[in-house]
Each structure stands twice: as structure tokens, then as C-alpha cells.
Nanobody
Framework: QVQLVESGGGLVQAGGSLTLSCAASGSISSLNRMGWSRQALGKQRELVATITSGNSTNYADSVKGRFTISRDNAKNTVYLQMNSLKPEDTAVYYC???????????WGQGTQVSVSS
């Protein structure tokens, strides 16, 4: 089992910045992928960004150039630096941990990000 604890959400004005953090604990694999997805009210959950244990990253087109995902493997923590935030970035952001060995998938409880215009 893997437990994920997210932090850093909040309310910010358009153009502002926020940093989300997600700390993983439990049965951490040496080969994993962590990331963030988001779900806006009335919409499907969408992938925002991922980063592997080897630091390969992937971003949704809608956040490229504005968001940066990073990780600290010693702390089993992933970060999402969000700059130039837009009202359409408003959503609940979920941390995800994927074990690339056994393909088990874990999700955090979510943190609300609200961007006012």
C-alpha cells in the first residue's frame, strides 16, 4: 500500500502562482511514476503532468510552459509549480502514484485550486 498526502492548494488570482506537494509513504517502488491530474466541476478528470523515478516528464498541452513538475526521490515527494494561473485551471488536483513494476495505482484525496479572474 502507498499513502499520498497532498498540500498546497488554495485561492489565487489569475496570473498568480501556487505550488502543490504530494508526499508518498508505504511500499515505495524504485521504479514508479508520480503525477497530478485534475477534475473541474462537471468535467472528467484529466492528466496534468507526470514524472518518473528517472525524471522523465510529461505535460498536458494546456499547462505546458506554465506548470513544472519535479520530485525529490529521497523524500518520495512530487511537486507541481503552477505559474500564470488561469480561471480555467480551477479544479480539484489529485496526486497519483503508479508502480511501474506491479502496475498498482494510488490516488490522493485531492486538493482544491481556485483561480479568480
Amino acid at each position: 500500500q502507498v499513502q499520498l498526502v497532498e498540500s498546497g492548494g488554495g485561492l489565487v488570482q489569475a496570473g498568480g502562482s501556487l505550488t502543490l506537494s504530494c508526499a508518498a509513504s508505504g511500499s515505495i517502488s524504485s521504479l514508479n511514476r508520480m503525477g497530478w491530474s485534475r477534475q473541474a466541476l462537471g468535467k472528467q478528470r484529466e492528466l496534468v503532468a507526470t514524472i518518473t523515478s528517472g525524471n522523465s516528464t510529461n505535460y498536458a498541452d494546456s499547462v505546458k510552459g506554465r506548470f513544472t513538475i519535479s520530485r525529490d526521490n529521497a523524500k518520495n515527494t512530487v511537486y507541481l509549480q503552477m505559474n500564470s494561473l488561469k480561471p480555467e485551471d480551477t479544479a480539484v488536483y489529485y496526486c497519483n502514484y503508479y508502480n511501474l513494476w506491479n502496475h498498482r495505482d494510488y490516488w490522493g484525496q485531492g486538493t482544491q485550486v481556485s483561480v479568480s479572474s
